[in-house]
């Protein structure tokens, strides 16, 4: 990054040293550690000048306008003041500025901001939810006036109960009409869906879509609004701000690896226990900045979800009956040694290092290496080597530089992500989108302008989205250098290149073949082994890069596939209720044991059904798609018998005569990264580690930055790649596969990937319920007029190893001979990879009342 | 005032119907634009400057200085005119463009011209729908002579005009919510820095002139006749004519254009005839319509020339000069509510002071009105004003501050005699009553 | 002569009336300001005003009060306003009846009373659900949760004065 000129400005008669153009109130918190209040002002947004609260008198030092130089007067430099008081949200910090923020002047002009600001306020503080941390109630107390010149009967009675939609509440009395909503979706997101609405003192926040509030990060507005306008349908009046303890965690849904605050508190309908109350972001300037997205603040339900596994289980006979863990483990212990080192592990993303690594060292005590990554990404290895950068932030792309987002719908896969991209791609970098069927993120690519941070100025963006044949993601990136000379130049001769991987309609060789295409690209480009370039991979869950560096692998998983073990363990993931054709191999295994949450399709076959705490209920550390090795802490309290995976296995090992379990994740942390070299030798210290960031959100003055909490759990520690760690890494060879054909009279069927659905983690919350789309399969106009469906029929996809019925949508935007069928929405499991698939009418489409 | 020669009006002197095109050509219509295009675009902001053109939508700022503030290296730039005259008692910008469209036009591709811009935007409030039909129809025939769009009177140079309706608000008046309206935004004004001129502060983010219609309308007469004719016109620092809107208690109310040299006495008494009730005399003078300070229409007002320096002697402006004239029989405390009441309506609610002050002084004022309030509600609104006064975000918060300080300044008897004594409620304030 | 003072001092106080009350046959009047176990109070119409703002539970020194809230509808209306205390508990043992919970509320919803026997056999028995707190519903009002016509009730601290 260009170095910044510093200019010298002149706060309360201390001089400072501050970036020139640097925003007034950010310089003066930043660098004079003086908190100008705000109420409209946001560090991450384009100032407006509305709430009046910044006023300070402003100054500049004059200057002798023939020789330049600075005019002294009684021995000081002499200063022309501005007549008026001065919004400080509104300037930038230039040489000579002179700024008093401690005058009778600035102090009055505060009170009456303050004043006015209570005239249409109710004094709900008993009752809402922002008391206690709000930006109003402290900025009263620290400025206003104590006594009220308003007669009580003339305050304005509003309604104090719109929906917003289903998620957020506005209480229209309580608004002080700053617009940080209204300009977060607008400036941040780029979902426009808030708006004012008339003048004057009956100026409301409306809703502007249908269904309302539709976006993916709407809870970011309870957090940044500066009153208690704007509630989270979760957390109204779950409990005073006080009352709650926050406990550092991490995001348990995707590769961004979110932060976030889990806010809990004892709660009788819990038996007393501690339970999550809310989820709130935590800054991390490198991940997710101070925003989370909804389904990391709503979807925390099935931590204490009834349904949950709650106590070991044993199958007797055709039956799964509960059995107490000194029962299980000795009858688990015999299981394995009969088995004679004919193991397997298949562990899904959502297993965290410490499990990983126990059930890694089970396995190398059985004898056994066959340790396969359930998930629908392959490739994984390549990040090792050419991921995105050590000190990688996607927070700092923008002009001159490239990202490209392939085989991915980045907003359902990983929200945070296509958040940040977009971000970037405001700032100026070039954003390239390639899919086989529109999404948003597409969309956005091929905007030519929108409006970004700054209230007038239409920034023109740059940026390109492709469609390429259904299927073929790593074809077309392979063959870019000829197809599209003039892309691939862009993204190769960038300052920086970010590639961002999916795995949408893509097999497991499929998937390898575009991660070496694109690390092909980056490697071509010398976008390896530096900051802000390399590879990126949505891989599902939390923790998919740990699945590879603790050595779990999709050609394992194959292998598994392809000759079951006598035992099989599965670990957080459920094959047979993702892959309708998993029955086929697992008869062949001999004794099933599944560590999992919920009983579920999987557990129905399982000789043993051991239940698993949640991320809420323990402590632990998941690897993000950045490679940030980050800490999560134990929160909740725990659901009936449930144990943390790792000391299930630690437990069972002792029994096998492994050695004494450890007792604590910090252990078992210790152990791993002290023989995985590429862990560095980390230790659950280092992740705690916390520097001050920028902007400074969180802390006492809770007006500046929203009630995003400063971050006190740590930072993480990213882990190197080969590159960088200086090993010059080649290009490979792509083995471009055969793309999957469907049969005669059949289409394609690919599947995607919906944000919210109902699987096991999303059906317990009951507020997304509306937001999940009802199943459906989407089907090419031509293809649905061939068999004779309309849009709205109920249709039957049928395909090796099961059927679905679903809702047709004809359109378009899909792309001929396909039929996209979204996972986790169907009733039974559909294909988690492409495959061929018939569709067939079953009834015409009910009228919707 | 015999020999007072129309510039804006100036189909009067030559009794001819400006309405068409070739009668306006035929008295030195468009003779303004041909010299300016003939003139390169500088030189032509250097007449403007000369000619001591102030702008006529109330700040009175000179309009050469503003069009000199358009940085020339850009390649776009627009030219936007205020026609939405919505200031209280205001009615001079629809006579321009209902008796005199060309000289608009004409004063609107000069001012292009010299700013370089190439597109122009006639910004109308919404009940000015007929009016922007017949503009757009007065384009329409410019553009078969030629006079608009592409290679304007053969000189290479290209502009094209277009009419926009708002939708209805006072707001939209100042400048940056005019602009944020013509975009498709909500009608609010934006911070400044960047100013409409400036890079990222104009239409679109690109450096842009909005001016009064008035003003424009002004600009072909200094074109065709030169900067010192138009300078010589009216007083030291306000040169040119003016039109006078005048409204309320006078016998003949009206525009009336003359040069800023007139006094009040001059257009109050000897042209619209003297209060228009016998037996009744002035009592008040609202010179800007409700924005401006309110002054007690006194000997010494009356005696005061309408140039913008005078009128700053007495303590007021006089801003777009809608002079609203008010007999002995006007409770001031009424009027102090009327126009809170109209601010009320019009503040846009974007920034604090102006969208709860506005509210508050409402409620105060109205129960001082009903003769509920006591000593106190006349200091609180005063405070309240005085507060809102030096923090709002535009001049629309100052305006509103303005009818509350200066009615309570100059007439503070009206108020007190509204107010609790001894705790029983006191004479409500009595509404002027209808055709009065 | 020693001997004969300590005898006339006994003597004296022999005739003197006796301060022990026999307690509990007889009781000494209270204090109005007298701060015995809480009551949550109710309006008249039977709502109740306590308001589930936790407030007590902040000011609690002793750390005795337990609240939950849960939201009011016009359907099953407990209070007025939006909020209501859904888990109202005082651990007994705890609390050292300072009456800074009585401060603290907003809606003078908690009052110590008088009542000052408490005993219990068990500490489970010493914790104070809200059904044991709150006054009877009064005469003429009408049991929570109410049915409401919609929009009644819709402030949660229904009197503010004006500025004087």
Known sequence: ????????????????????????????????????????????????????????????????????????????????????????????????????????????????????????????????????????????????NGVSRMNFADKLKLDKHVPLGDLIYLDEERCIQCARCIRFQDEIVGDDVLAFHERGRRLQIITKSDPGFDTYFSGNTTDICPVGALTTADFRFGARP?????????????AAGTNISLSTRLDRDFGGRAMIKRVMPRQNEAVNEIWISDR???????????????????????????????????????????????????????????????????????????????????????????????????????????ILVVASDLEEEVPMWYLRVKQAQDRGAFLAVANHRPTRLAEIASQTERKVASQTERKPLVGKSVLY??????????????????????????????????????????????????????????????????????????????????????????????????????????????????????????????????????????????????????????????????????????????????????????????????VSAAAVMLELSNHLPSFNGIRYKDLAQVERQYPDVGGKDLYYGGTAYQNKGGLGVQLPTTADNGSAPTTGTVNLPEVKQAKKGELLLIPTVRLYNRSHIMRPSALIANRVAKPFAALNNADAKKLGIKHGDRVEVRFNGGQATVTAQVSDSTPQGVVFVPRYLADTPTPMVITSASVVKVSDAVAVQ | ?????????????????????????KHEGFEGLKKALAAKPEEVIDVVKNSGLRGRGGAGFPTGVKWSFIPKQEPIKYFVVNADESETGTFKDRLIMETNPYQLLEGL????????????????????????????????????EGLVGKNILGSGYDCEIYTHLGAGAYICGEETALLNSLEGKLGQPRVRPPFPANKGGGLYGEPTVVNNVETIANVPWIMTHGADAYKAIGTEQ??????????????????????????????????????????????????????????????????????????????????????????????????????????????????????????????????????????????????????????????????????????????????KQHVKKDGKAAKPVALPAAGD | MNIIKGFRTTFKHLLEEPVTLQYPEQMRP?????????????????????????????????????VEAAENTDEERYSPGERYAKTYEINMLRCIFCGYCEDACPTQAIELGHEHQLSFTDRRDAIYTKEMLIDPVPSGGKPTPQKVEAGAFDRAIPDMPDPK
């Open chain 2, 238 to 415: 306000s040169a040119g004519t003016k039109l006078y809107c005048v409204s309320g208690h006078v016998k003949k109310p009206g525009v009336y254009e003359l040069p800023f040299s007139a006094t009040f006495r001059e257009l109050l008494v000897d042209i619209c005839g003297g209060p228009s009730v016998e037996g009744r005399s002035f009592k008040a003078l609202l010179p800007s319509g409700g924005s401006g300070p309110i002054v007690p229409l006194n000997d010494k007002v009356l005696d005061t020339r309408m140039s913008y320096e005078d009128t700053a002697k007495i303590g007021t402006i006089i801003g777009s000069a809608s002079l609203i004239v008010m007999d002995d029989s006007v409770d001031i405390t009424w009027v102090a509510s009327k126009v809170t009441k109209f601010f009320k309506h019009e503040s846009c609610g974007k920034c604090t002071p102006c969208r709860e002050g506005t509210y508050w002084l409402d409620k105060v004022i109205d129960r001082i009105m009903a003769g509920e309030g006591s000593e106190r509600d006349i200091t609180l609104i005063e405070n309240v004003a005085k507060n809102m006064a030096g923090i709002t975000l535009c001049a629309l918060g100052e305006f509103a501050a303005n009818p509350i300080i200066h009615t309570i300044k100059q007439f503070p008897d009206d108020f």
């Open chain 1, 469 to 662: 044949e259904a299927g073929k993601a790593a074809h077309w990136l392979n063959d870019l250098a000829n197809s599209d000379p003039e892309l691939y130049n862009t993204l190769k001769d960038a300052q920086n290149l970010v590639i961002i991987a999916g795995a949408e309609g893509l097999d497991w060789d499929g998937g390898r073949a575009l991660m070496q295409a694109a690390a092909n690209l980056l490697i071509a480009g010398g976008h390896v082994g530096k900051p802000n370039n390399g590879l990126m991979a949505t891989l599902p869950e939390a923790n998919g890069m740990g699945l590879q560096y603790l050595g779990y692998t999709t050609q394992n998983a194959l292998d598994i596939i392809k000759n079951p073990p006598s035992v099989l363990i599965t670990a957080q993931c459920d094959p047979l209720g993702d892959d309708p054709t998993a029955g086929s191999w697992m008869s062949k295994v001999n004794t099933l044991i599944t560590l999992t949450l919920f009983p579920d399709d999987t557990t129905q076959r399982a000789a043993f059904a051991l239940p698993v705490q949640s991320f809420a209920e323990r402590d632990g550390t998941f690897i993000n798609g950045e490679r940030r090795v980050q800490r999560f802490y134990t929160a909740q309290g725990p659901m009936g018998d449930a144990l943390p995976l790792w000391e299930i296995i630690a437990r069972l090992r002792e029994r096998l005569g492994q050695g004494r379990a450890k």
């Open chain 1, 1 to 144: 990054m260009a170095e910044t000129k510093l200019v010298t400005i002149t706060i309360d008669g201390k001089a400072y040293q501050v970036p020139a153009g640097s925003n007034l109130v950010d310089a003066a918190k930043w660098h004079a550690d003086n908190d100008i209040p705000v109420f409209c002002y946001h560090p991450k947004m384009a100032p407006v000048g509305m709430c009046r609260m910044c006023v300070v008198e402003l100054g500049m030092v004059e200057k002798d306008r023939a020789t330049g130089e600075v005019i002294m007067e009684n021995g000081q430099p002499k200063v022309r003041w501005m007549p008026k008081l001065q919004t400080a949200c509104t300037q930038v910090a230039t040489d000579g500025m002179v700024v008093r923020t401690d005058t009778d002047k600035v102090k009055a002009g505060r009170e009456s901001v303050i004043e006015f600001l209570l005239t249409s306020h109710p004094l709900d503080c008993p009752i809402c939810d922002k008391g206690g941390e709000c930006p109003l109630q402290n900025l009263t107390m620290a400025h206003g």
């Open chain 1, 296 to 402: 990391t603040r709503f979807v925390h339900h099935f931590t204490r979800s009834d349904d949950r596994l709650q106590s070991p289980m044993v199958r007797r006979g055709e039956r799964l009956s509960p059995t107490v863990w000194n029962e299980a483990i000795p009858a688990l212990a015999e299981v394995l040694k009969a088995a004679n080192g004919d193991v397997a592990v298949l562990a899904g993303g959502g297993a965290s290092n410490e499990d990983l690594w126990e059930l890694r060292q089970l396995l190398k005590g059985l004898g056994s290496e066959r340790l396969g990554a359930w998930t629908t990404h392959s490739g994984a290895e390549l990040l090792l080597e050419v991921g995105v950068g050590k000190g990688s932030n996607l927070g700092t792309l923008g002009k001159g530089d490239a």
């Open chain 2, 1 to 25: 005032m015999s020999e007072t020669k129309h510039i804006l009006l100036r189909w009067k002197d030559v009794k001819a119907d400006f309405r068409k095109l070739a009668e306006y050509r």
């Open chain 1, 242 to 254: 006080w009352e709650l303890t926050d406990v550092p965690s991490i995001c348990p849904h995707d």
């Open chain 3, 30 to 66: 209270f204090e109005a300001r007298y701060k015995g176990r809480h009551h949550l109070r109710r309006y008249e119409n039977g709502l109740e005003k306590c308001i589930g703002c936790a407030l007590c539970a902040a000011a609690c020194p002793a750390d005795a009060i337990w």
């Open chain 2, 109 to 144: 591709l000069i001012g292009a011209y010299a700013i370089g811009a190439h597109t122009a935007y006639i910004y109308l409030r919404g009940e000015f729908w007929d009016i922007a039909a017949q503009l757009d129809a007065c384009i329409e025939e410019m553009r078969k």
